[in-house]
T-cell receptor
Framework: GENVEQHPSTLSVQEGDSAVIKCTYS??????FPWYKQELGKRPQLIID?????GEKKDQRIAVTLNKTAKHFSLHITETQPEDSAVYFC??????????FGSGTRLLVRP | DTGVSQNPRHKITKRGQNVTFRCDPI?????LYWYRQTLGQGPEFLTY????????KSRLLSDRFSAERPKGSFSTLEIQRTEQGDSAMYLC????????????FGPGTRLTVL
């Protein structure tokens, strides 16, 4: 079955710097890759996603890239702000439409 | 509120008791998923429904766990004879099959088994 690995587990950046989180997946049949942001005690919130027919997608300060050949995808946050501090999860949708999540990255943006 | 809702938000129970959680998905969504999340980990898939049919169950789901979605709308997750290891956040998510993705999560039910 699908397996998703996520790095780093923690990331500390200065406000205004960029942050990059990387994930790899194992099942070449996976074709949908969402990213979720989870603040302490709250539900995971979908912030951006990408499908396998696209290599990159941007939404304001957030972008996701996908390399199908290497089976990895990344989240890029530019001009980070303190409110970006949270745990970020990547996920891959397997052939039976369920999400397999990475283990999460705790992002801290220092003011 | 038109998002996914879950009740109760918190449940404290003693080991050996049965508990039941409810999830109300976004009204036009026909897929409903249950996940379990422990501290510091990503959500783990438990089971999912398309309309009223339960299409897949994780190997994580022991026979003490049962889920239903009787009319293809809300769903319930029951845990019988709870164990301390069942303590976790139980998350529900829903999606529309036509988009094959975009799962939206509820606020979760935090279960503590004493």
């Amino acid at each position: 079955g699908e397996n998703v690995e996520q790095h780093p587990s923690t990331l500390s950046v200065q406000e205004g710097d960029s942050a990059v989180i990387k994930c790899t997946y194992s099942d070449s049949a996976s074709n949908y890759f969402p990213w979720y942001k989870q603040e302490l005690g709250k539900r995971p919130q979908l912030i951006i996603d990408i499908r396998s027919n696209v290599g990159e997608k941007k939404d304001q300060r957030i972008a996701v890239t996908l390399n199908k050949t290497a089976k990895h995808f990344s989240l890029h946050i530019t001009e980070t702000q303190p409110e970006d501090s949270a745990v970020y999860f990547c996920a891959a949708m397997d052939s039976s439409y369920k999400l397999i999540f990475g283990s999460g990255t705790r992002l801290l943006v220092r003011p | 509120d038109t998002g996914v809702s879950q009740n109760p938000r918190h449940k404290i129970t003693k080991r050996g008791q049965n508990v039941t959680f409810r999830c109300d998905p976004i009204s036009e969504h026909n897929r409903l998923y249950w996940y379990r999340q422990t501290l510091g980990q990503g959500p783990e898939f438990l089971t999912y429904f398309q309309n009223e049919a339960q299409l897949e169950k994780s190997r994580l789901l022991s026979d003490r766990f049962s889920a239903e979605r009787p009319k293809g709308s809300f769903s319930t997750l029951e845990i019988q004879r709870t164990e301390q290891g069942d303590s976790a956040m139980y998350l529900c998510a829903s999606s529309w099959v036509g988009l094959a993705g975009e799962q939206f999560f509820g606020p979760g039910t935090r279960l503590t088994v004493l």
